[in-house]
């Protein structure tokens, strides 16, 4: 749902801080491997996903990889 692209204060709504910040605290507990559980929580609490692709040439993934 949102790019990884985007810092979350360069203008994003609360929803969007809030599911990047569990995505943060995710991925400093619990690695990589946490991404889906946090994916799994934020979706629970209705805000929203994190998805990466592994395209190369991807507008929102690419530059993050």
Do not use: W, Y
Request: aromatic content about 2%.
């Amino acid at each position: 749902m949102f790019g990884m692209t985007k810092p979350a204060a360069a203008g994003a709504c609360l929803r969007e801080q809030a599911t990047r910040r569990i995505h943060a605290a995710a991925v400093t507990v619990g690695g990589e491997r946490a991404r889906g559980v946090a994916n799994k929580v934020t979706t629970a609490l209705r805000l929203g996903r994190i998805d990466l692709c592994d395209s190369t040439t991807c507008v929102d993934c690419a530059p993050v990889k």
